[in-house]
């Protein structure tokens, strides 16, 4: 297939398009209702989704948000890397708080577009009903 390798470990989303799909059901003979649920259900599939969104979120993203707030929290180079499972705090230093400049500005807009986030999942899904 032509996507990437690594896009459904990383994503946890496998995408086909329209041609793909209909191989697939041509390599297996589907019934013509069964071929029609798979069209459907590639179509569903490839509409973007708020994980497309935060698809820059990596567990090394994750790691640094946990290193910064433990440190904006009073807590010790040590603490920090006990809780990263790094042996030396260079590391920790270094890769994860080590940070050259601050932007409070930043800051605040990417606090802004994750409680967006979280108010959007707080609200009832419009779509058609079951």
Do not use: C
Not at 19 to 35: I, N, P, Q, V, W
Not at 90 to 116: C, F, I, S
């Amino acid at each position: 297939m032509a996507q990437d390798a690594r896009q459904p470990i990383e994503t946890g989303r496998v995408r086909l398009d329209p041609g793909e799909a209909t191989e697939l059901a041509d390599l297996y003979r589907l019934s013509r209702a069964d071929r029609t649920s798979l069209l459907e259900l590639t179509e569903l599939a490839g509409m973007r989704s708020l994980a497309d969104e935060l698809g820059w979120v990596t567990a090394h993203v994750f790691r640094k948000t946990t290193a910064t707030i433990l440190e904006e929290s009073g807590q010790s180079p040590r603490q920090i890397a006990d809780q990263l499972g790094h042996a030396q705090t260079t590391t920790t230093m270094d890769d994860y708080v080590g940070r050259r400049a601050r932007n409070p500005e930043a800051a605040r807009h990417l606090e802004q577009a994750l409680r967006d986030i979280h108010e959007q999942g707080r609200q009832t899904p419009e779509g058609p009903a079951i």
